[in-house]
């Protein structure tokens, strides 16, 4: 065994890993940037095409640029029939993040580009991964339930169109807002545990779907991405607004979690809580069950409460929280969550996948490779002697 080295079991917290320009998450402040623009003037004046461009090609774009770019993504929507019908050959109870991390190296292999490892062939690997992801998710609800694919509309803006492919209907301009919004809100947030799988795997100059498709097994975890879904489930077990503080009292007495409160990097109000949550009342309004928003709303407060009466720390609400009342209130199935999560992190992904390619921010990045300490000898020694199988 080596000299002692320093060995931090703390999930690489607090260390800086990398150079990046695409976007700053300032925890104390509660702060989120996307290439220098705060999220909240984002989510309120820019669409999620928008916010794609400006994280692929580190501008907001000017008009001709912007609808050049919608009509590559309207082009691109579309899936090979090839990938149809593998899904169509799958069991229709198979978890729709499995279904999308199976999906995406399938495209790869009708990628034209795929050998192609100049920045615009990465770009354009970019644009498709952005644009066919969410026609995935909803063809795989479609075809789990038995029916076929909805083609996807050109006319439509990309949270309209998922919301289409979804339904068949085409949602009226609030919702459709809201979901947009609700993109741009979750479509980047720097080196998070997804970002960084992507990151890693490009390190190892695996092409764009070998990295895409190691986030979303990331993000598909409980405690990233997978958070939305048992926020709703904790909010249906739960059941009414009088339940909340006895089962915020058990959850943390048994040592417990409550998802969507609490967050690795901010140390104060999650910004994108606090753009979902009228949001998600609006909707409960604007469906007539408002009870999930105010149950929500109960719980953050008294979890809140509770946490700092027994930890004596602050803990807050981050930005699973009030997305799940909110795509609940769409109608959206709750398995469909952390996929919709996908559709929208897919920009911010694709990004960090370019920049790790290209060098985006100096100095030239490198093949991530961190050391361990081994700890797990079997036979008290560092080498134990190879024993023969009769003798074990
Ligand atoms: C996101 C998360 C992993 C960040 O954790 P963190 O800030 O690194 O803090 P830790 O996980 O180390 O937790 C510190 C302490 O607070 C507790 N804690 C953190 N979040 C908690 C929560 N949501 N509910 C109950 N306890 C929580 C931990 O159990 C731990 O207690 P301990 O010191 O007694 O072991 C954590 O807050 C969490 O699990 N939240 C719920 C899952 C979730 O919403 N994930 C989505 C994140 S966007």
């Known amino acids: 065994m080596e000299a002692s080295k320093e060995i931090l079991d703390t999930g690489l917290r607090g260390v800086t890993i990398a150079h990046t320009r695409i976007s700053d998450v300032d925890g104390a402040a509660g702060k989120l940037i996307y290439r220098g623009y705060l999220v909240k003037e984002l989510a309120e004046n820019a669409t999620f095409e928008e916010v794609a461009y400006l994280l692929l090609y580190e501008r907001l774009p000017k008009k001709d640029k912007l609808e050049a770019f919608e009509a590559q993504i309207a082009e691109e929507r579309s899936i090979p029939s090839e990938v149809i019908s593998a899904l169509q050959s799958l069991p229709p109870n198979s978890p729709p993040m499995d279904i999308l991390q199976s999906a995406v190296p399938m495209l790869a292999t009708c990628d034209p580009d795929i050998k192609d490892q100049t ?8 644009i498709r991964l952005i644009a066919k992801i969410a026609t995935i998710v909803a063809a795989w609800d ?15 803006s990309h949270a309209a169109n998922f919301l289409y492919m979804l339904t068949g209907d085409v949602p009226d301009d609030e ?3 809201f979901f947009d919004a609700g993109l741009v809100l979750h479509a980047e947030h720097s080196f998070n545990a997804s970002t960084f799988a992507a990151r890693e795997v490009a390190s190892t ?18 405690l ?5 879904v048992r ?5 249906t077990k739960i059941g009414s607004p009088e339940a909340v503080e006895p089962f915020v009292n058990d959850i943390l007495d048994s040592g417990g979690k409550i998802f969507g409160l609490g967050h690795a990097v901010y140390k104060t109000d999650d910004p994108r809580a606090r753009i979902l949550a009228p949001m998600s009342k609006i909707m409960g309004q604007r469906i ?13 407060k008294k979890g809140k409460e509770a946490f700092k009466k027994r930890k004596g720390s602050d803990i807050y609400a981050n930005v699973d929280f009030y997305s799940a009342s909110l795509y609940y209130a769409m109608g959206i199935p709750l398995d469909l969550f952390t996929p919709i999560f996908a559709i929208s992190r897919i920009a911010g992904w694709t990004a960090h996948v370019i920049e790790e390619q290209f060098a985006g921010a100096a100095p030239k990045p490198v093949l991530y490779r961190p ?9 008290g020694a560092e080498e134990c002697t190879f024993v023969p199988m009769e003798n074990r």
């Open 205 to 222: 100059r695996a092409h764009m779907y070998a990295a895409i498709s190691a986030a979303i097994g990331s993000l598909s975890g409980e």
């Open 371 to 379: 050391e361990s300490e081994y700890v797990g000898d079997y036979c």
């Open 288 to 300: 007539g069950e408002t009870k999930w928003y105010e149950m929500s709303e109960i719980l953050e």
């Open 231 to 235: 926020v709703m489930e904790m909010l």
């Open 119 to 126: 920045k615009e062939a990465s770009c354009r690997m970019a």
């Open 142 to 156: 479609r075809i789990r339930n038995g029916k076929p694919p909805i083609d996807p509309d050109p006319e439509l």
């Open 175 to 177: 919702v459709s807002s």
């Open 224 to 228: 990233h991405g997978g958070a939305n």
